[in-house]
């Protein structure tokens, strides 16, 4: 039987890291503040004077992985890119990335599932690798959130929140009877929910796409309802864990770890107590990386491998909700 398996896993952060310190210094915020309300302690942000974007991330990501999976880039059968933040409005940044890896004819196709990026693109990678269409997928998850923040008192609220990083996995077929590597797959959405998060500007229903009106008023930075996120993500979570749960036909008691979004350190423990699961059994990072939205699942599972809490034979299941609404979980088991 094909399976979809793991080989290789990588992450690159920008070297500037930004404190909730330095935050305080921009807009009315305070350490004690942004920490009670998030978990963050910090986050990496690109250099201040621009000049790179989420496929310079993703590059520097996908070598890593590469390397590890001993690919190629002639190897790479498709590359799956996923970003709220791409390089240029169009092209999409997996064509820029493909460029950069000395590529000049492999599919690149970009997806907009901004928290839940990674969840799609696994379950997308999965697709391809079942029918045969790839054998070998790269699929990666990058932002560059910096440079579209309002970094002020008014924008506080949202600026606190996002990190810039990248993280790239190596996808490849493998012919076998074992229970092992993706197990499940469930992915939702809810557009009626789409004003809670967004980025309003530039948009194709207005004309022109962006004026000096918007900008006055701030069209061009996110905006969240908070609560409304909140509570949609503590109570889908759970949810859509039981159903890939279901789907797999195993118990909670076979998953070694939970690795979910890193939106809010307050809605991960809000999960693990919905589910009764000790704190050793969920990873969070967010207190050093901030919400790096499409990269954060998969720079927690590069850090997680490179700490021993998975390897042969771990059960680990993928799991977040974001923008769009969008929601999902992915189950996965590492070849014993």
Known sequence: MKKTIIKGTGRYLPSRLVTNEDLSRWMDTSNEWIIQRTGIEQRYWVPEEGGV???????????????????????????????????????????????????????????RQQCTGFLYGMATADAYIRSSLAKRVLLVGAEVHST???????????????????????????????????????VHADGSLAESLMTVAPASRENPRLDEKMLKEGKHFPTMDGRNIFKNAVRRLPEVAG???????????????????????????????????????????????????????PLALDEAIEKGLLGAGSTVMFLGLGAGVTWGAVLYRFPA
Request: proline share 4%.
């Open 53 to 111: 974007g989420a496929s310079d991330l993703g590059f520097e990501a996908s070598k890593i992985a590469m390397s590890r999976a001993g690919w190629e880039p002639e190897d790479i059968d498709l590359i799956i890119f996923a970003t709220l933040s791409p390089d240029l409005f169009f092209p999409g940044s997996g064509c820029l990335l493909a460029h950069k890896l000395g590529l000049s004819s492999t599919p690149a196709l970009d997806i």
């Open 148 to 186: 579209g923040l309002d970094i002020s008192t008014r924008g506080r609220d949202v600026a606190v929140i996002f990190g810039d990083g990248a993280a790239a996995v190596c996808i490849e077929r493998m012919e076998t009877d074992i229970k092992a590597g993706i197990l499940a797959s469930c």
């Open 243 to 297: 159903e890939a749960l279901n789907k797999a036909g195993i118990s909670l008691d076979s998953v070694d770890l939970f690795i979910p979004h890193q939106a809010n350190l307050r809605i991960n423990q809000a999960f693990a107590k919905s589910m009764d699961l000790p704190e050793s059994k969920v990873y969070n990072n967010i207190q050093r990386y901030g919400n790096t939205t499409a990269a954060s699942i």
